[in-house]
């Protein structure tokens, strides 16, 4: 069905209204005229006949055929005179036969005054004419009828002309009533139309249109009101954006991953973050289950899909740990008291799960462990040999003198290397907990190698300084330095041969100065490159702890020099030795 537009309704109504208005004027005026006319014409017929019968009334009813076309052209109307009877006794008509009978209905007694037969005039003259019959009155008695009958031929034009006269004034009038509704309902079809093209382009989502405001009827206040709508629509669509975007950043930017499933675990919404621990790139509908932790994640959502209540889960992601919290969303209000007036409780809609990478504490607690066990056993040594030599002199068992030297230089040594382990231990807990303040100063680097090296060289160990002429002052703490030199040149000395000479170089490269240490040993396996600078970590597990040490050196070196903006590595190969370099920047760089 084809739609009407609301203007052709309006038009159509109003014209529907004007024409059945005019039509009904038009043809009640036309029949109020044509009343009016006939009405007149019978009143003028009737006075005249009135005249014309008391003239005869007076002299007889048998007037003079002359006298009576006299009359005729008088009263404009055909005459006939007719006796008490019935029968006609004169005529001003030649179509008239005298002596004839009237018909009853054309005869009028006392004290009616005068009656119409227009069919009967009709027939006898041959055209329309309009009768009236007067009665004549001799004193109190009626003698006979005078019946005039007037032609309805001018009448019917006048009448007719009346009618046309109305028809083109209604016409006249339906044309410009229908302007008229045209220029009203266009003034209420077109702002109706220009809401409906604002209300469009807002659909497509353009809210900042605005509707021209032309009047103040009410039309002109509905504009003014959609356009406040409108203006309030588009600051709560941009707050609501504003706040989408301020919840898209915060999940975007989280370091936990956010997942919302429906009830079967389909993903529905699924930030950066958790992506990345599930493993599922950028797929927009990720299926969960297929992924790394699936079967995990499969088993919380059905626990918590069965049972409307929050759980958490912990499982592994390759080497991550994940702890994953999941919430139902709807469900039971939790907090309320069993048997309390509540609202019925929604069905679920979905689960929100929130992934925790749980690896840095994970590893963090196996350190401490670890740590805690190295730290153990690494006391545990040099307090056994201390006890045992102990109560080795308590009991007397040194046979000489000799014996028992050895036995006091034994706990002497034990005890210092326990003073030593203790004094790392410190040293690298204040380094790594920051709170280490050593002030920061040029460094003469070359006078602070050849004095560790020269203390060195009283064990009987080949040190070769190849070192730059010149080397401008770095910028540390000569103390601290010279603790990394000692600790750098100390692990080269026990896993190098005795004849084998070691190396130490210094060089000026840009604004940083290089410091290395070059051993003969027997080099360092790959696997074990990456975790050197660990706490308590040794290359070689087979050597004595009172040969290979407690393996803090070099976690000592890495923190001092870091924090002096400096850094550490290693090169090495087995079967060829080891290159320990470390670099800091120059003093005038700082």
Known sequence: ?????????????????????????????????????????????????????????????????????????????????????????????????????????????????????????????????????????????TIGNLVLSSPVRGVNTAINAVRYLILYAAAGAIVLSTALAYTAARSIARPVNEISRVALKMVEGDLRQQIPVKSSDEIGQLAANFNRMA?????????????????????????????ATDLDGNAILMNKRAREVLGTGDNAAPDLYQGAGGEALRALITEVTGTGVASAMEFQVGARYIVAHASPLGGPQQGLAQGSQQEPEPPLAGIVIVLQDATRLMEAEELRTQLLANVAHELRTPLTSISAYAQALQDDL???????????????????????????????????????????????????????????????????????????????????????????????????????????????TGSYLVVSVVDRGPGIPEADLPHIWERFYRVDKSRSRSEGGAGLGLAIVKEVVEAYGGTVGVDSQEGQGSVFWFTLPLAASV
């Open 1 to 141: 069905m084809p739609r009407r537009s609301l203007l052709a309704k309006l038009l159509l109504s109003h014209t529907m209204v004007a024409v059945i208005t005019l039509l009904a004027l038009s043809l009640l005026s036309s029949k109020l005229v044509s009343d009016y006319y006939f009405s007149w014409t019978e009143a003028q017929l009737t006075s005249r006949g009135e005249e014309i019968a008391t003239f005869l009334s007076t002299g007889g009813l048998m007037p003079d055929r002359r006298w009576l076309e006299m009359l005729d052209r008088f009263a404009d109307a055909r005459l006939i005179v007719v006796d008490a009877e019935g029968q006609i006794l004169a005529a001003s008509s030649p179509r008239v036969p005298i002596g004839a009978r009237v018909a009853p209905d054309e005869m009028v007694m006392p004290p009616r005054r005068s009656a119409s037969a227009p069919d009967e005039a009709t027939r006898r003259f041959g055209e329309p004419m309009l009768s009236v019959t007067v009665p004549i009155v001799k004193g109190s008695t």
């Open 398 to 508: 040194a046979r000489d003198e000799v014996m028992r030297q050895k036995f006091i230089s034994t706990i002497q040594k034990e005890s210092a290397r326990l003073n030593r382990l203790v004094t790392d231990l410190l040293d690298l807990s204040i380094m790594q907990s920051g709170k280490a303040e050593w002030p920061v100063g040029p460094v003469n680097v070359a006078d602070l190698i050849a004095r560790v090296v020269e203390s060195h060289r009283t064990s009987g160990r080949t040190i070769v300084v190849d070192a730059d002429d010149g080397l401008p002052p770095a910028a540390s703490n000569e103390a601290r330095l010279e603790q990394v030199l000692n600790n750098l040149l100390d692990n080269a000395a026990k896993y190098s041969p005795k004849e084998a000479p070691l190396v130490v170089r210094a060089r000026a």
């Open 231 to 259: 203006s309030a629509l588009d600051q709560t669509v941009k707050a609501l954006g504003s706040e989408k975007a301020k919840i898209e950043n915060v999940l975007a930017n989280m370091s936990e991953g956010v997942v």
